[in-house]
T-cell receptor, first 117, second 112 residues
């Protein structure tokens, strides 16, 4: 089955530093990947759509300079949280679809728990 | 933005009982999907129902869709303690927009 690998699973960083999270599709190519943010006991909020070879599309209210997305290959998208602050602490999850569309289910990574101290 | 509401927000049942979760949405959809999330983990796709379908089954799961009421339900029959998780519905809109819009989720606890 389709597998999406996300690393790291958890990270603790100091305020002001940057953190990179990787999302890889292991057995399929993904021209599009999605990045979500989830606060404790809440639902997933879409942050941005990552497009291979082009700029990411950010949702309203998401700072593109704060959350840098790079989708340099068909199997890898990265999310970099720049100049992280405690309010950026959250659970970040990526997803992709083997069929390249929303007409079949999406496969999610296992998530990254970011804690900024 | 959230697509809609799910109810109940939390549901606690005994093993062997059935669990029903409901989801409402606001805009027209291409399909509706249900996902499961164990605490602190990623989401697992359970089932997808298209806008022209009314009911779908997969093992112990039964999903219904009523597009006139913009609502869906997920029924888990003969629940097990291992079914304890959060369950989310998510919709995909029409056109070329393939983004998932999630509901708020239902936390299901199945007591052994």
């Amino acid at each position: 089955g389709a597998v999406v690998s996300q690393h790291p699973s958890w990270v603790i960083c100091k305020s002001g530093t940057s953190v990179k999270i990787e999302c890889r599709s292991l057995d399929f190519q993904a021209t599009t990947m999605f990045w979500y943010r989830q606060f404790p006991k809440q639902s997933l909020m879409l942050m941005a759509t990552s497009n291979e070879g082009s700029k990411a599309t950010y949702e309203q209210g998401v700072e593109k300079d704060k959350f840098l997305i790079n989708h340099a290959s068909l199997t890898l998208s990265t999310l970099t949280v720049t100049s992280a602050h405690p309010e950026d602490s959250s659970f970040y999850i990526c997803s992709a679809s083997p069929r390249g569309s929303g007409t079949y289910g999406y496969t999610f990574g296992s998530g990254t728990r970011l804690t900024v101290v | 933005s959230q697509q809609g509401e799910e109810d109940p927000q939390a549901l606690s049942i005994q093993e062997g009982e059935n669990a029903t979760m409901n989801c409402s949405y606001k805009t027209s959809i291409n399909n509706l999907q249900w996902y499961r999330q164990n605490s602190g983990r990623g989401l697992v796709h359970l089932i997808l129902i298209r806008s022209n379908e009314r009911e779908k089954h997969s093992g112990r799961l039964r999903v219904t869709l009523d597009t006139s009421k913009k609502s869906s339900s997920l029924l888990i029959t003969a629940s097990r303690a291992a079914d304890t998780a959060s369950y989310f519905c998510a919709t995909v809109g029409g056109g070329s927009n393939y983004k998932l819009t999630f509901g708020k989720g239902t936390l299901l606890t199945v007591n052994p």
